[in-house]
């Protein structure tokens, strides 16, 4: 190259400073954008960039400089948003996810942007109030109502509310404006949230429950990670502790965040209220069901700090926080905690690591902590705050089992004769009954008894369900959902089809037949298709206008029935089958949580437990209350397979509409297992539910040991095994669901 010219240096401008962007997308990592002169970036900000031939939102990530780049081979930024950026905890939380989780960084990011029109700036409305009325104006009834929807509201409320609430158009609204009798207001579209009062003072606490609250205040006071399991029977008062540390949290720090995750929606309502109660001020909401306006005022306020109280479900983890300095984790044992699409995670778990990052406490809340829990709390990674009996000196349900084999139902039916005069003792006392079974609809088979055709969804390897109030049949995996036919599909018997087994509905029916005069009630997520269906109900249940409430899951956990003194398990055996290694676990817990229901208040409660395996570990261990031995027997059968906490599982699933496409996928996987100590994989293996939505389902379960990286171990395995386009390869790290 001697004796050539040298180039000329590049003009400096030529040379851009760059930057990383993350775009909420399912993509491998960020991408490095020039910055425009002029333009002043830091990580975190919301930015506008070309991606192809549209423009994109993402965040300007903290990365290392890769150096410089020729900047005629950079796309620049378009623009930066006005909206207040990231704070460095969120986008490290992201990143941490990510790595754990193995779904890319992207994927994690859309969870924080959201569907990002939450960054499109608020457009103001008119709202309308009433004011003093103009003499002479005519008052239609239309009118009339108008303006009592409007005196009952104490802020300005849209015109379409208003027109909603009185049953009129919006024009009607408009017309008394433009007359005098509205006035017309702008307002904020993302209303701010009022600021939490943390001079109120809670309950007063009982000594335990104050020993409890002050050890936990200590480590808020003190500063710096901990995590606390606040461990008590159900009713003993745990929120009342935990909502003594949010008061401390919120007060130590006046713009300090707090976020309450509880597992199930159904319980938030009556949740909300306490907390209005408590602090003075309505929390910050954040569930699935919230309508584009009211996610987007929640997203507002908590990324710019204004929100600083939130309840939510698990994706609140994932807000776009300023300064979150509590975490508390309701119900930590609930299995709803695991997302079960998108990003799979757990949020308990995500809870405590983005706790240990921002170095801020977490409190893991339960009756009947998970196992996991458990062993880290003995490891000393966690602590114990104990609460031991109920608030109030109310007793804890006398527990006792049912065994069907020597008091076998009449043919036919579910309820055995002892359970039965149970609740006609129960209902001649004028007390509630309650009898639970985890199981929806009216029976979870039918079969047709012409020719033994099982019915099923079509394109998948399950059962439909027959639910009677609606008379379909509905699969509750895939959604599907059919009327129910008069013939059978396959043979066209007519009248042959039979139902197999009892649902809720079911048991509803017998329980009618058994007590003409009772007022039964069935509880189910679909008998009571809105929340507000569900406050309803469970008011109903409070003010005794429901004898026996025949329920699901739903009515297990959380709620105060004050009169209702018997619980009766329809079958405690039913979640003990299926091979999911926590089926014990959850068996347990969910029988605990439901005999909780009985016996909240004065009355002592009962709960009676029908089985079929009296001798199993779980049914003898509710029958005698012994949580430890329960949890000992568990632990040593977890211990000895090494599966979590004791081992790391990975779960890898290969789904596919082409049979021989999944298959070839699955063999060049397992030709490719790498060899490593402490590393078991299993299968490939047909998925319990082989077919769903047409699709074919193959699985491969990861078992390490828990001193290496089942992620490293993962990656190096699936990274290097390119599998057809049709096949879709999803990882499921600290899997939940076996199907
Ligand atoms: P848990 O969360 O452990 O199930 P809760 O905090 O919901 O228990 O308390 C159970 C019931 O007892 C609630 O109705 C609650 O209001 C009441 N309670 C608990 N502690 C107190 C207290 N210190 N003073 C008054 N009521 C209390």
Redesign the pocket.
């Known amino acids: 190259m001697n004796g050539l010219p040298l180039l000329p240096e590049e003009p400096p401008q030529a040379r851009a400073t760059t930057i990383q962007v993350l775009l909420p997308l399912p993509l491998a990592g960020t991408y490095t954008y020039a910055v425009p002169g002029g333009l002043e970036l830091k990580p975190g900000d919301f930015v506008t960039v070309p991606l192809g031939p549209r423009e994109m939102r993402g965040v300007v990530w903290p990365e290392a400089a890769r150096g410089e780049i020729a900047a005629a081979k950079l796309k620049p930024v378009s623009a930066r948003l006005a909206h207040p950026g990231l704070v460095l905890e969120v986008m490290k939380f992201v990143d941490w996810v990510s790595a754990y989780t193995l779904f890319p960084q992207g994927a994690v990011l859309r969870m924080v942007m959201r569907s990002g029109s939450v960054l499109d700036p608020p457009r103001p409305q008119t709202g309308f109030m009433a004011q003093e009325f103009p003499k002479g104006l005519k008052v239609t009834p239309q009118r009339e109502r108008v303006l009592e929807a409007a005196r009952g509201l104490n802020f300005p409320a849209a015109a379409r509310e208003l027109a909603a609430r009185a049953g009129v158009s919006d024009g009607v609204v408009r017309g008394l404006a433009d007359a005098g009798a509205l006035k017309r207001i702008d307002t904020d579209p993302d209303a701010p949230f009022d600021d939490p009062n943390t001079s109120r003072k809670g ?4 000594p335990d ?1 104050r020993a409890a609250a002050q050890k936990i205040v200590t480590r808020i006071d003190a500063g710096g990670y901990s995590c606390a399991v606040l461990d ?1 029977v ?7 502790v935990y909502l003594e540390a949010a008061a401390a949290a919120l007060k130590k720090d006046r713009t300090a965040q707090v976020v309450v995750l509880l597992p199930e929606i159904a319980l938030t309502l009556p949740f909300l209220k306490r907390l209005e109660e408590r602090f003075g001020a309505r929390p910050a909401h954040w569930h699935s069901d919230l309508g584009d306006a009211g996610r987007r005022r929640v997203w507002r306020r908590v990324a710019d700090g204004s929100a600083r109280l939130i309840v939510g479900a698990r994706s609140a983890l994932f807000l776009p926080f300023r300064n979150l300095k509590l975490i508390i984790v309701d119900e930590e044992h609930e299995s709803a905690y695991k997302q079960k699409d998108g990003v799979l995670y757990q949020a308990r778990d995500m809870a405590v690591a983005r706790a240990a990052q921002g170095e801020f406490p977490v409190i893991l809340a339960s009756a009947t902590p998970s196992l996991e829990t458990t062993v880290n709390a003995e490891l000393g990674r966690y602590y114990t705050v104990q609460l031991t009996g109920r ?2 000196g109310a007793e804890m349900p006398e527990i006792a089992l049912i065994d069907m084999r020597s008091n076998p139902p009449e043919r036919g039916e579910w309820l055995s004769p002892v359970l039965s005069r149970e609740v006609t003792e129960n209902l001649a006392k004028g007390d509630q009954s309650l009898l639970f079974l985890n199981r929806r609809g009216y029976a979870p088979l039918t079969i047709c008894q012409k020719c033994g055709e099982r019915i099923m969804a079509p394109g998948s390897d399950t059962w439909l369900v027959e639910h009677r109030f609606t008379n379909r049949l509905v699969c509750h995996h895939t959604g599907f959902s059919m009327p129910k036919p008069d013939a059978c599909p396959l043979c066209g018997a007519k009248d042959a089809l039979v139902a197999c087994g009892p649902g809720v509905e079911r048991i509803a029916e017998e329980a009618t037949l058994k007590w003409p005069g009772a007022r039964i009630t069935v509880f189910s997520s679909d008998t009571v298709p809105s929340n507000q269906a569900a406050q309803e109900l469970l008011q109903q249940m409070r003010d005794r206008e429901i004898d026996i409430l025949v329920a699901t899951q739903i009515a297990a956990k959380g709620h ?1 029935f004050p009169h209702l003194t018997l619980v009766g398990v329809v079958d405690a055996d039913l979640g003990l089958a299926g091979g999911d290694l926590r089926a014990g676990e959850r068996t347990w817990q969910v029988l605990s949580q439901v005999a909780g229901r009985a016996g909240r208040a004065e009355k002592p409660g009962r709960a009676l437990l029908q089985t079929y395996q009296p001798e199993h570990p779980v049914i003898t261990g509710m029958a005698v209350g012994d949580r430890e031995a329960f949890m000992l027997a568990e632990r040593e059968g977890r211990e000895m397979l090494h599966f979590p906490p004791f081992g790391r599982l990975a779960a890898i699933l290969l789904t596919g509409d082409n049979e021989a496409r999944v298959n070839e996928a699955a063999r060049a996987l397992a030709q490719a297992v790498p060899q490593a100590q402490g590393a078991e994989v299993w299968g490939p293996a047909p998925a319990p539910l082989y077919r769903l939505r047409g699709r074919y389902r193959v699985r491969f379960l990861v078992k390490t040991t828990r001193d290496i990286s089942i992620q490293n171990f993962v990656k190096a395995w699936v990274d290097g095994v390119k599998l057809h386009s049709s096949v879709r390869r999803t990882i499921d790290i600290d899997p939940y669901a076996f199907l």
Do not use: R
Request: overall charge neutral; cysteine-free.
């Open positions: 309950k007063d606490l009982s429950q008590g159900t009713g003993s008062g745990k929120t009342e608030y109030g105060h």
